[in-house]
């Protein structure tokens, strides 16, 4: 093809906007889209990448109110089948090669509605315990692959020292149903609590909740770094990979970050286990798949299959490895994953991350009955408002501006009169 055929080529091509968040594994897939476009010259690919609370209000009200100023949107196994049903999603049709079969079940049940696929993950995650063995050992510790809170908390006691800047644990304090909440539900769930009875009362001012927000207030108000009210994911991942933390309960996503030698300072020392529990095992750890889905507005949905499909597929796996090593693959997604030896001889956290997926059960996550699905989050369309304020209230109480009793409380009466008019409680 000769340059002016290349150059018409270049200005009839189609443009489709990406909407993503601004975590690793999806500013690699920035890095390398160049790579999409150079096998699709038909297509250009322009990125808009944001925080997570600012991606979900954005991306939340251009597909609700059908703007359409997207193409491909990021979103997870909550909003997935709720917008599925309301006809805001078109589905994900990949073709045969794509091989939907090995996509984790758990994962690809959860971005499924009708049993069509209609968001493809980019990378799954369960939650684990990652830790700085040196610290341990220094502090004669020990921990097995299924830590209970208490022991994290002892643990944390321990090696906290902020004169050395290094403090005991780092955990999500900023507000959000996709930030502080995700960590908060999961130990609601394992203080033995939930978010609902069967008849969609809300548990909010329960003795498990007040036990396990309690709990979470005396880690990071005594062992916590400073400000831990503003930290979610990106900033706590930061911390530890800078050796400030002792010991940090998040995404197993952060696993291949924190391994890098290149980004993180303690990789060669940095250690993994499970969620901890507290009372029962039973939703301990949470289950979330980023995914790429494509909204009903876009005006360019052929080329965004192909980009959604190219994004997520096994040969641009491979890419990634190629490019940054077995260990920056975007794991968690393909059962294949968990089968190549270079990914699991390299990615010393690939085990736990696969046991915490596989055990991870958004069907049975309590101890007691619950008329929800979800671990981290209840899929209902409410959820993400009272996630919110919920989330506003305790990260008010970690600033010392209320008690856990007030947050609880003014939690528990704003979710009551949302499930009302809901039409949840008669």
Not at 159 to 168: E, F, L, T
Not at 332 to 361: D, H
Not at 411 to 416: G, N, S, W
């Amino acid at each position: 093809m000769g340059l002016a055929a290349w150059a018409c080529l270049a200005q009839a091509a189609t443009e489709i906007t990406v909407a993503t968040v601004n975590n690793r594994q999806m500013i690699e897939m920035q890095k390398l889209s160049a790579h999409f476009e150079k096998a699709n010259p038909d297509i250009r690919v322009k990125w808009t990448t944001m925080e997570e609370a600012d991606l979900r209000q954005r991306v939340s009200a251009d597909v609700t109110n059908k703007g359409g100023q997207f193409d491909v949107v990021t979103i997870g196994m909550y909003e997935t089948p709720i917008w599925a049903a309301k006809g805001w999603l078109r589905e994900i049709t990949p073709t045969d090669a794509y091989n939907v079969k090995d996509l984790i079940p758990t994962v690809r049940d959860g971005l499924s509605y009708n049993k069509r696929l209609y968001a493809a993950p980019f990378y799954g995650e369960g939650s684990m315990t990652m830790y700085r063995s040196d610290l341990f050992e220094k502090a004669g510790l020990s921990i097995n692959n299924r830590p209970t809170w208490e022991q994290i908390r002892d643990a944390a006691a321990k090696i906290h020292s902020p004169a050395a800047g290094i403090y005991g644990i780092c955990l999500r304090g900023r507000a959000g149903w996709g930030d502080n909440m995700a960590l908060l539900s999961t130990m609601v769930n394992t203080f033995g609590g939930q978010w609902f009875d069967m008849g969609w009362r809300p548990q909010i001012q329960s003795k498990p909740w007040k036990d396990a927000i309690s709990f979470y207030m005396q880690l990071l108000t005594k062992y916590g770094p400073p400000n831990a009210m503003a930290n979610s994911f990106n900033e706590n991942l930061d911390l530890f990979a800078q050796g400030k933390c002792g010991i940090w309960v998040d995404a197993t996503s952060a696993g291949g970050a924190l391994i890098d030698p290149k980004f993180s300072k303690v990789a060669h020392l940095t250690a993994f286990s499970l969620a901890p529990t507290a009372v029962t095992n039973k939703g301990a750890g949470w289950l979330w798949a980023w995914a790429l889905a494509i909204p009903a507005s876009s005006k360019n949905a052929d080329a965004a299959q192909r980009f959604v499909q190219w994004a997520t597929s096994e040969p641009y796996l491979r890419l990634v490895a190629d490019t940054n090593g077995w260990a920056a693959m975007p794991s968690g997604t393909r059962l294949s994953t968990y089968q190549r030896p270079e990914f699991t001889k390299t990615a010393r956290f690939a085990m736990t991350e696969a046991i915490a997926m596989v055990t991870a059960n958004p069907r049975d996550a309590t101890e007691g009955k619950a008329p929800y699905v979800g671990v981290q989050f209840v899929a209902i369309p409410e959820f993400q408002d009272i996630g919110e304020l919920t989330g506003a209230e305790i990260r008010d109480a970690l600033a010392g501006k209320q008690t856990v009793d007030q947050a609880l409380q003014k939690a528990q009466t704003r979710t009551e009169q949302v499930m009302r008019v809901a039409g949840y409680i008669k």
